[in-house]
């Protein structure tokens, strides 16, 4: 049985890596929505019109269906130009999506949001509020990924972000215990992990920190 995948997040640091490693399953069909035209594969979607008509919207693109979301998309407040335009695209952007797969029968929800999601500062406050209005949409099963700083080369510079992995990639090995998932983790790990969880059952709400991430991007390598 084939299983239809819906992802938006697709360019980005997490979502190259989902999308290169799901297109090599015989068994899956990976519809990504983009923002901008990227690549052959992409579909281009109004993400403002998709908040204002999430099934009609996207009913458009994919009419047969879907089984699987997969959010990776999100931003920062200095790349999106302030709070609210941040807000828009890691909160607003990401439900519209979500309440459009849902309409169109996906059963399961993967949500990379943060470590710390729902804790202090406008960034994480975001993350939480995603993380709780993903859960009351009804899907049968969540998975929210919380990964610490995430490892990788980005298509867009972000210097200020090149310089905290660089040191948090030399600071890992002394991050051990509670903080553990605070550390950093490869963006390619965290795009394994999600390729083993596409499809998983029973269903339920699950969260993942750095430690799950890696031990379920080993098993899915070595499956």
Same mark, same amino acid.
């Given at each position: 049985?084939?299983?239809? =995948?819906?992802?938006?997040?697709?360019?980005?640091?997490? *979502?190259?890596?989902?999308?290169?490693?799901?297109?090599?399953? #015989? @068994?899956?069909?990976?519809?990504?929505?983009?923002?901008?035209?990227?690549? +052959? $594969?992409?579909?281009?979607?109004?993400?403002?019109?998709?908040?204002? &008509?999430?099934?009609?919207?996207?009913?458009?693109?994919? #009419?047969?269906?879907?089984?699987? /979301?997969?959010?990776? !998309?999100?931003?920062?407040?200095?790349?999106?130009? $302030? %709070?609210?335009?941040?807000?828009? =695209?890691?909160? @607003?952007?990401?439900?519209?999506? /979500?309440?459009?797969?849902?309409?169109? +029968? &996906?059963? %399961?929800?993967?949500?990379?949001?943060?470590?710390? &999601?729902?804790?202090?500062?406008?960034?994480?406050?975001?993350?939480?509020?995603?993380?709780?209005?993903?859960?009351?949409?009804?899907?049968?099963?969540?998975?929210?990924?919380?990964?610490?700083?995430?490892?990788?080369?980005?298509?867009?510079?972000?210097?200020?972000? /090149?310089? +905290? %992995?660089?040191?948090?990639?030399?600071?890992?090995?002394?991050?051990? +215990?509670?903080?553990?998932?605070?550390?950093?983790? @490869?963006?390619?790990? =965290?795009?394994?992990?999600? &390729?083993? !969880? =596409? *499809?998983?059952? #029973?269903?339920?709400?699950?969260?993942?920190?750095?430690?799950?991430?890696?031990?379920?991007? $080993? %098993?899915?390598?070595? $499956?």
């Amino acid at each position: 049985m084939t299983t239809r =995948v819906l992802l938006i997040g697709g360019t980005g640091l997490v *979502g190259r890596s989902v999308d290169a490693d799901l297109a090599k399953r #015989p @068994d899956t069909v990976v519809t990504s929505l983009t923002r901008r035209k990227s690549s +052959g $594969s992409d579909h281009v979607i109004d993400f403002e019109r998709l908040c204002a &008509a999430p099934g009609v919207t996207l009913r458009t693109v994919v #009419p047969t269906g879907a089984d699987v /979301a997969i959010s990776c !998309l999100g931003t920062t407040i200095r790349a999106a130009g $302030s %709070q609210a335009a941040m807000f828009r =695209v890691d909160h @607003d952007y990401v439900l519209a999506f /979500a309440t459009a797969a849902h309409a169109l +029968g &996906a059963r %399961q929800f993967i949500l990379v949001s943060s470590v710390g &999601a729902g804790g202090p500062g406008f960034y994480l406050r975001t993350k939480g509020a995603i993380e709780r209005d993903i859960r009351a949409l009804g899907f049968s099963r969540v998975d929210i990924l919380r990964p610490g700083m995430l490892l990788g080369h980005r298509a867009e510079a972000r210097p200020m972000e /090149a310089i +905290g %992995q660089r040191l948090a990639a030399a600071l890992a090995p002394f991050i051990i +215990g509670r903080l553990a998932g605070y550390g950093a983790i @490869d963006a390619k790990t =965290v795009a394994k992990a999600i &390729a083993g !969880l =596409v *499809g998983q059952v #029973p269903d339920g709400c699950r969260t993942y920190d750095n430690a799950d991430l890696h031990r379920i991007a $080993s %098993q899915t390598a070595n $499956s």
